[in-house]
């Protein structure tokens, strides 16, 4: 398998009411963890989600709102965050096995 680089997207809805943020990453485990523990530290409400996964590949996306979402620097940083929490994750492999 080969990885996949993380493409992060959020931008307004048609109607302007939600945001729309679309992810492309290498699935995993924890990843829809790691992406909503991030959507919460902006105090970011997830109203819908699409996930898809194509063997490796996961294609997700969100219908949310919030009030960090009105100013588009925030936007810019949460984006880079789940950037950033996507990439980490990709370079550190959950092991298949715990220690106990």
Excluded: M, W
């Excluded at 398998?1 to 945001?19: C, K, L, M, N, Q």
């Amino acid at each position: 398998h080969f990885p996949i680089s993380p493409v992060v997207d959020i931008r307004p809805d048609e109607r302007g009411a939600y945001h729309v943020l679309s992810i492309v990453a290498s699935d995993r485990p924890g990843l829809l963890y790691a992406i909503a523990r991030t959507l919460a530290g902006y105090h970011v409400n997830l109203q819908t989600a699409r996930i898809n996964t194509l063997g490796d590949r996961a294609e997700d996306v969100f219908l949310v709102s919030g009030e960090a979402l009105a100013h588009p620097k925030t936007v810019l940083q949460l984006e880079q965050d789940l950037l950033k929490g996507l990439t980490l994750q990709q370079a550190a492999p959950v092991p298949e096995t715990a220690p106990r």
